[in-house]
Structures are given as C-alpha cells and as structure tokens.
C-alpha cells in the first residue's frame, strides 16, 4: 500500500518536475497498517520538500526507501539538495519554523509539523539527518503494532 500511496503522490506532483532532471530511487516498502490519507499526506510533504530543496541539482535525486530503527521499520526519504545544519535539527518539526529563507524556498512552514503529527498518531515517530549543501533524509516509523510482513497471514 505504502509504493501505491508514493505513486499517487509522486503522480500529483507530477508539474513541480516539468523541465527538471529529476532520478527516483523507489524501493518496495514494507506493508503497514496505516491511515492511508494520512499517510498520503505524510509522502506529500516529504516527496514535495525533497523536490524543492533539490530544484538547483541536475539531476536531483530522491529516494524513497526503508531501514530498521530500534526494531522497528522506518521508511526514509532522501534527496541531494540543499540540505540543513543539524544543530537546527530539533528545530525542523516545529511550526513556522525555517532554516532556509523564503527568497530561496516557498512555503508555510507547516509540512514537517504535520508529518511529525500523523507520525506521532500512529505511535511512531518523525527525524532528519542532513549535511548543508548535501542533502538530506527524513525518516519516520509508524509504531510496534502497524506493520504486516508481506507474506504472513493474520494469526501468523
């Protein structure tokens, strides 16, 4: 559900790409039980903040992938862009906060506060890790209970 929920996102913002060179590294996400507008909602924000911060790269690379975080899937979403000081890293999650100025990157200051939200709903929670000019990757887990491995039936 979660590749289906990408392809959606990634279909919508479709003109935020025209004229761009842009590579997508989508790997097969592991199957969770999740609210899927709110999860829709939570892939938008990302996926559009990776296509924003990368819109000086040629080609801009994004990676939607997953990993382990203390036993627990998380999923990730990487670009090559402008990237952030992770001494602003506690930061990132609040509203209206910015660590790049409205001359470079439109927005409302909004978006990661409402992933950390969603996240936060599902029992998981919302990070970034980045390097200024190189980049950065946000990660989420959506709690203990929420994840089904494909393959295993209820009961399993």
């Given at each position: ?141 959506l709690g203990p209970a929420t994840v089904k491995m494909v393959g295993q039936s209820a009961g399993g």
């Open positions: 559900m979660l590749n289906s929920l990408v392809d959606d996102v990634i279909t919508m913002l479709k003109p935020d790409t025209e004229g761009r060179q842009v590579e997508w590294k989508i790997a097969e996400l592991p199957q969770i039980d999740c609210d899927p507008t709110l999860m829709r909602q939570v892939f938008q924000n990302l996926i559009s903040n990776a296509l924003k911060y990368s819109r000086n790269r040629t080609p801009a690379v994004i990676e939607i992938g997953h990993g382990e975080e203390n036993g627990q899937p998380s999923i990730f979403v990487r670009d090559n862009g402008a990237g952030f000081s992770m001494k602003y890293a506690d930061k990132l999650f609040g509203v209206f906060q910015r660590l790049h100025r409205t001359e470079e990157f439109e927005g409302t200051g909004v978006g990661l506060a409402t992933v950390q939200r969603i996240v936060q709903k599902h029992g998981g929670r919302a990070w970034a890790e980045a390097e200024v000019d190189k980049g950065a990757t946000f990660y989420f887990t």
